[in-house]
């Protein structure tokens, strides 16, 4: 799977939307599309270089380094890596018969379109996906109508307290002592 080509048809219907609008969260648990860099793996995150990314003797382009694909294929996976949800026995006998078989380890449809989406990233493709404003980022700052998809987040009603005395009366209210000379 060239998974910049299969990327491609799939970014114009994406770009300027959140990712969790077109796809289920246990893709994004599973496979971080945040914290996916360009030019690293997208499952440790280390740097690769153009050549391992773009093998010249390969067709296809690697968004996994060497060493991470050696491990995610060593055994039969029962899961999907994007999903996780159990692959049927057919899936699991494919994965015996040819273990470096990406098809094989990840269900085609959704699960290869936002795995396309995460590789393209590593490679280099802008995808236009919009990412949600780091932790503490003050509210006024958020545009909440693009982050709801379209549904107008009204704030809490604002509670004011009207103190009935001010610090004056409160201060003249104490009794005062009299001092002695």
């Known amino acids: 799977m060239h998974p ?28 971080p599309h945040d914290k996916v860099k360009v030019w690293c793996c997208i499952y440790c995150y280390m740097q690769m270089a153009q050549h391992q990314m773009f093998p010249p003797d390969r067709v296809t382009p690697r968004a996994i380094c060497k060493s991470c694909w050696a491990r995610l294929t060593a055994q039969v996976t029962i899961k ?10 057919q899936m699991l006998d494919y994965q015996r018969q040819a273990p470096q078989d990406i098809h094989y380890r ?13 590789s393209a990233r590593a490679l280099g493709v802008d995808t236009g996906v919009c990412e949600y404003p780091p932790p503490g980022l003050h509210p006024q700052e958020i545009d909440y109508k ?36």
Not at 106 to 118: E, N, P
Request: proline letters at 8%; hydrophobic letters at 35%; a neutral charge.
């Open 4 to 31: 910049i080509h299969r990327a491609q048809p799939i970014i114009p219907h994406i770009r300027e939307s959140y990712l969790d609008q077109h796809f289920p969260p246990a893709f994004m648990q599973n496979l």
């Open 80 to 89: 999907c890596w994007v999903c996780g949800s159990v692959h049927d026995q």
């Open 106 to 118: 990840i269900h085609d449809g959704k699960c290869m379109d936002y795995f396309a989406l995460v």
């Open 146 to 181: 693009k982050l709801l998809g379209g549904v107008i987040y009204r704030e809490p009603a604002q509670i004011t307290y009207e103190p009935q005395e001010t610090i004056g009366d409160i201060i003249n209210m104490v009794p005062r002592q009299k001092v002695r000379r």
